[in-house]
């Protein structure tokens, strides 16, 4: 064991003092993951318990296993409350839930944090990660500072945690200006304390020969160093004035798809006709609170194949980006809040009833813990799916925001929003004629929807199809809407009005979505509590309002304007129906019973105590050397991977070409291909092309100049074939080299901190200048680097 530590008190201050603010200004960075300051308790408390032991461990002159166990220990006594506390008793001491938790969450939390859109709340387990990184970086950092000559390698660990907390954050920074003024004061201040004190310093020796010379010696140095980092602040703040990046920084959670895909459910759509028919008399769920006027939504469709409207197939902001509900879901929500208690009776399926801009969803019940792990909320639609699927008992309480209710008179000349990116494919024939000529005396936005509205609503009649009723299919196929509007009576329910209107404003570009949900009739609209039955079900549309969002409309007729059973023969004679009608809802897959379990509960005690103890051996120490080991591979393929999707999918094609050709020289210059700074493509084929036995790069170089230069910007399928051929030769360097060189290739950091990144930078300015002479009239040269009436050098960097 190694002796006490015997240092002056001065050292130990100033040492502790430096190691929290590095390790502080670090995980500043959390802000805007977390929306606020909810992380300071944990991230505070972290840094002051790994002070602590670090302090401690260097006092007692203790070795590295001991400081590592002394780690763990206080993570489990002092993690609880701070970054667990509603899992604790009184919000202190650690029970059997905050102990498993924190097991569980060393290994699970960095995962749940990436796959959670941001703002995250602390109340939900996210506060361990900023628990954890203050621990770990101010137990390191500290445990260095104090033990080692060198300051220097107490950086590491700080530097370290600076980058993980942008890696796991969002690609917005927090205050980077701030935080790197601190960070580097702080570093530089640091280090020349400590290289000052040094026994070998030269001003120490020449105080012991002359104390008013030292005295002197040592003011200039600080005066020194201080007017050092005072003009180094100065220069950083007037450079951030002037030198804003050019594009958002990248981050893990760039990269991190969440585990759950909408698609892999029906659209609620289909059981339309379903919750009709069986379900008239069912009390499916009733809702506590809830406002009148207000609508329980299931779900909001906005793309249609010819078959069903469903949530369309894309990224964030759209109908299908479902994240894991958190607390803060609709922060910039505007209306009128409410809390809604609905408890769920015989409704059965995965699409969650809710109302409004939900800001929580809490559940309640013996399947709580299940549901909140594995229900996701898409807050653009307003709408909720529990993959588990609900059932009689389940119950959750909705703390949500109303919207108002908006008179047409208020949206005067509102224009519309943003139209939707979903597709819309095999519409019906003559639909787009058909809305044309319904809103053609329309002047204002509002007056070309209230024209389909009215045409639909008041021409049409209303029939489920039901014993008893006029003949009305189910289904909303492009079919069916032709028979709807084709007959000599439009007859149907708010299935067929409601998508053959959302249809025909889509046809005019106007931004609308199918809704389907539930809201009781007027007898009923001021019951305290709404008991929802299948008779209660029906289907909207809304749409999009520049400033207003998206506004509900009912193009479904009254349900008691029938149609006359004597004169519902269609125009023409109605050929034999061949579609079948569309596809029953897909229920939920049945999981496999739970087997029954006779074993005591003394014994799911011990085996408790037994995983965690499983976890505190293996994960606490292979856990670290497995993270330790991986890390270069995961930073550096994830730089790599970011950098190329960048380029991938630059705003200009003609960028997107040049961004090809980068790709493929960065990648010849990880096997080994010295390229050099401020050539052209077609040198740089040359060297690729000698030095890796690539013949096709040439050719590939040609190109690249020839539609990067053209007189017209590549198309996409151009870009597509480009890029192709570009991961044809990458491909290829990695067959014929070695597994080694390509494990090399794939961590050799030239192409990422060399001179071909700025090549590559020089190359895409000058890419730019070619294209805004392309698009201005002109053409380039691709030797030239500027208009043709300008002067410019004889060739052009790649």
Do not use: C
């Amino acid at each position: 064991m190694t002796a006490k530590a015997t240092l002056p008190l001065r050292r130990w201050l100033i040492d502790l003092g430096a190691s929290a603010l590095l390790v502080g200004a670090a995980l500043a960075g959390f802000w805007p993951t977390f929306g606020g300051p909810g992380f300071l308790p944990a991230a505070i408390g972290g840094i002051l318990l790994g002070l602590l032991v670090a302090a401690v461990s260097a006092w007692r002159g203790w070795g590295i296993l001991i400081v590592a166990g002394l780690t763990v220990v206080v993570y489990f006594l002092f993690g609880g409350a701070l970054a667990l506390p509603q899992t604790t008793i009184v919000g202190v001491v650690p029970g059997l839930d905050t102990l498993t938790g924190l097991a569980l969450g060393a290994v699970t939390s960095w995962k749940q944090l990436l796959t959670t859109v941001a703002p995250v709340s602390v109340v939900d387990g996210y506060g361990l990660v900023p628990f954890l990184v203050a621990l770990l970086a101010s137990v390191t950092t500290a445990s260095l500072a104090l033990r080692l000559r060198r300051p220097g390698w107490a950086l590491i660990p700080a530097g370290a945690a600076f980058a993980l907390v942008i890696a796991l954050g969002v690609p917005d920074p927090a205050f980077p200006l701030v935080q790197g003024i601190v960070f580097a004061v702080v570093a530089a201040a640091w280090v020349s304390l400590r290289t000052w004190w040094a026994p070998q310093s030269g001003v120490i020796e020449a105080a012991a020969a002359d104390p008013s010379r030292g005295a002197q010696m040592r003011m200039r140095r600080l005066l020194g160093a201080g007017a050092v980092l005072a003009i180094a602040a100065g220069a950083g703040v007037a450079a951030s004035a002037v030198a804003a990046p050019a594009q958002p920084r990248h981050v893990f959670r760039d990269v991190i798809i969440p585990p759950f895909n909408i698609r892999d459910y029906a659209s609620p759509l289909q059981s339309f006709r379903k919750n009709v028919r069986d379900e008239a008399d069912e009390t499916l769920f009733t809702a506590t609170g809830l406002p009148k006027g207000a609508r329980i939504r299931l779900g909001a469709m906005d793309e249609y194949d010819g078959v069903v409207y469903n949530v369309t197939d894309g990224g964030p902001g759209t109908s299908s980006a479902f994240t894991p509900i958190r607390t803060n879901m609709s922060p910039t929500a505007e209306g009128v809040p409410a809390t809604v208690h609905v408890k769920i009776g015989d409704y059965k399926g995965v699409w969650l009833p809710d109302a409004g801009a939900v800001s929580q969803i809490t559940f309640d019940g013996d399947r709580a813990e299940d549901l909140r792990r594995n229900t996701y909320y898409n807050p653009a639609t307003g709408t909720a799916v529990a993959v588990p699927g609900l059932r009689k008992g389940d119950a959750y309480t909705l703390q949500t925001v109303l919207p108002t209710e908006i008179k047409d008179s208020q949206l005067g000349d509102a224009k519309f929003g943003v139209v939707p990116k979903s597709k819309q494919t095999n519409v019906p024939d003559d639909l787009a004629t058909l809305a044309a000529e319904t809103v053609e005396d329309a002047k204002t936005p509002i007056e070309q929807v209230r024209a389909l509205e009215t045409f639909l609503a008041e021409g049409g009649y209303f029939s489920h199809g039901l014993e008893g009723e006029v003949i009305s299919r189910a289904g909303h196929g492009a079919e069916r809407i032709t028979t709807l509007l084709g007959g000599q009576q439009m007859i149907g329910d708010d299935e067929q009005y409601a998508v053959t209107m959302t249809l025909m404003a889509r046809e005019l570009d106007i931004p609308a979505r199918v809704v389907m949900g539930y809201y009781p009739d007027e007898d009923h609209a001021k019951d305290k509590v709404f008991k929802a039955t299948g008779d209660d079900v029906h289907a909207w549309v809304e749409v999009n309002f520049a400033g207003f969002g998206w506004l509900p409309f009912d193009p479904t007729p009254p349900e008691d304007k029938v149609p006359n059973q004597q004169n519902t023969k269609p125009k023409v004679d109605p050929k034999p129906q061949v579609l079948q009608p569309p596809p029953p809802p897909q229920e939920p897959v049945d999981l496999p019973p739970t087997l029954p379990d006779d074993r005591e509960p003394e014994d799911d005690s011990a085996n408790i105590w037994g995983i965690i103890g499983t976890i505190l051996a293996i994960g606490g120490i292979s856990l670290g050397v497995i993270a330790l080991l991986a890390s270069p591979f995961i930073v550096i393929g994830a730089w790599k991977a970011a950098r190329r999707r960048s380029r991938r999918n630059a705003e200009h094609a003609a960028d997107r070409i040049s961004g090809g050709w980068d790709e493929l020289t960065d990648r010849a210059s990880d096997y080994g291909a010295h390229t050099v700074q401020g050539a052209t493509r077609v040198e740089d084929a040359a060297t690729v092309a000698t030095a890796l036995s690539v013949r096709s790069v040439t050719a590939l170089a040609d190109r690249a100049d020839a539609q990067v230069f053209g007189p017209t910007d590549p198309t996409p399928e151009d870009v597509d074939a480009f890029w192709q051929e570009v991961d044809g030769i990458v491909a290829g360097m990695g067959a014929e080299a070695g597994f080694w060189k390509r494990l090399r290739a794939r961590l050799n950091m030239r192409s990422l901190l060399g001179g071909g990144a700025m090549a590559a930078k020089l190359g895409e300015l000058k890419d730019a200048a070619a294209a805004r002479v392309r698009r201005d009239g002109g053409t380039i040269d691709k030797n030239t680097s500027a208009a043709p009436d300008s002067a410019a050098p004889e060739s052009e960097t790649k």
